[in-house]
């Protein structure tokens, strides 16, 4: 993909350096207390963020019989605050000592998530309350997204080590969604959509905890020489992304990508409730098992990064995630090859995600020096959510009008045309990952 460079680019990483292997890795990662702690948050955190990303449209769905149209917009409202905040958040958090960010970002999520099922029990929720909420939560989710992933530099040292500490993160990622949906579905079914939220609440009161007990020194940034102006920095921030021949095509798949997989999911959970029957727990199974794609692809991506291509690598897992929808349309059979499809579907899905994300995310990481590393990560936070955010709006509109079926078909149909820009993307032509930014 080729794409006119937005301001003056960074030099230091185009050219034949991209040729060069990377350094050996130094020791391993396990040694790391303060990263591990970390990593252990996380992992319960995103356990429970598993619970709400389904209880969320369920509530919806069975407690206030909401459409197609209103599904979307609950999703829309949870992604859009990307689209608008990130970025400003992305300075701010440049200035910032970013575990305090993380502290109060959590601890917002923790209230507002508890308020659900509190309002549930005394008979004032209601869906225009759901929706301010999950708009509420989608905000403070943006603080702690920008936060973490700028954060995690200060506890890895070694840029060599990126990738281990994002295949970890990975790993992490991809073992909550083979277990939350489970978990969500089986919660859901036994305590009602609402209530089950609490597990999400005391998700995040751990990691509150475990970021209380990092003892590594984060030194507060250095103000830029020419003073403090949010304009000029959320502009420098940019530059840098769209200056750089590895980075701005990441940049412009980013959105595609997040809309076709928010698409799919918010008019799939509809079909399979209202066309196709399935329960609650039904639902959790199927993403459950899909998701076992994920964690293969985070657990072996270390392996494949190191033997095949980094292009190569990029390419064929960003071609599982655009192609995968194809198969559920065809999904309308007897209830297990019913089944089957749909857990392949996404199986194939997660497992490009799997991948793709370690590449991803080491690759930002690698070409961006320390102190833009907030507005970079915005930068991709608000593109990929801002797919996302459309790609719920949109996949509710095309479900409503289309049907279920046929909106997921035009949909599947549409993520499928994404091939071209992917083996266009200069970034599929990477044989090593690039030298550190300085």
Known sequence: MTATVIGPGPQTQTGAADEQPPAPAEASLWRNRDFLTFWAGETLSLLGTQVTTLALP???????????????????????PYLALALVFGVLVDRM??????????????????????????????LPVLLTLACAIGVFSVLFDVSWMSFVPTLVKDPHRYVEANQKLGVTSSTADVAGPGLAGVLVG?????VALLVDAFSYLVSLVTLLLIRTPEPCPEPPAQGRHL????AEGLRWVFGDRVLRPLALVAPFCNFSMVSVWTVFVLYAVRDQGLTPT?????????????????????????RFRLGAVYAVSMTAIFTSPLLLPFADASKPVMTALFVGSFFISYLGLGVAGVVMVSLRQTLTPKPLMGRMNAAFRTLLFGGGSLGGLLGGVIG??????????AIAVGSALMLVPLTLSPVSRLRHLPPPAA
Not at 100 to 120: E, F, K, Q, T
Not at 190 to 194: D, G, I
Not at 400 to 409: D, H, N, P, T, Y
């Open 58 to 80: 369920l509530t919806a769905v069975i407690a206030f019989g909401a459409t197609p149209e209103q599904v979307g917009l609950l999703r829309f409202l949870q992604l859009v």
């Open 97 to 126: 000592r970013r575990r305090r960010v993380m502290l109060l970002a959590n601890g917002a999520r923790m209230v507002l998530i508890g308020l659900i099922p509190l309002l549930a029990v005394t008979h004032h929720l209601d």
């Open 190 to 194: 036994a305590l009602s959509a609402p």
């Open 231 to 234: 304009g000029r920095e959320l």
């Open 282 to 306: 039904e639902i959790g199974v199927v993403f459950s098992a899909s998701s076992v794609g994920g964690l293969a692809g985070a657990s072996l991506s270390g392996r494949i990064v190191k």
């Open 400 to 409: 409503g009008a289309l049907g279920l079926r046929g909106g997921l078909a």
